[in-house]
């Protein structure tokens, strides 16, 4: 099954709203994203057994705007 992501112009925008809604209640992901003095880091994500991961184009996307403001 193919997707289609939004527009980006439309993507980022939607972005900005729900990382600007974390920001109020000061939440930790999006503390650690826009923190003074953040630097690059790297994740893994270890499985156990196979599985179909869903939502990938946008969290990557999430990562590209956070890191461009």
């Known amino acids: 099954m193919a997707f289609v992501?939004?527009?980006v112009l439309v993507l980022d925008r939607?972005?900005?709203g729900w990382l600007l809604e974390d920001i109020g209640r000061g939440d930790r992901t999006t503390q650690s994203l826009f923190a003074s003095g953040a630097v690059a880091g790297q994740a893994q994500w270890i499985v156990k057994e196979a599985g179909i991961i869903a939502g990938l184009p946008?969290?990557?996307?999430?990562?590209v705007y956070s890191m461009s403001r």
């Open 5 to 7: 992501l939004p527009p």
């Open 58 to 63: 946008i969290a990557a996307r999430v990562f």
């Open 14 to 16: 939607l972005l900005q």
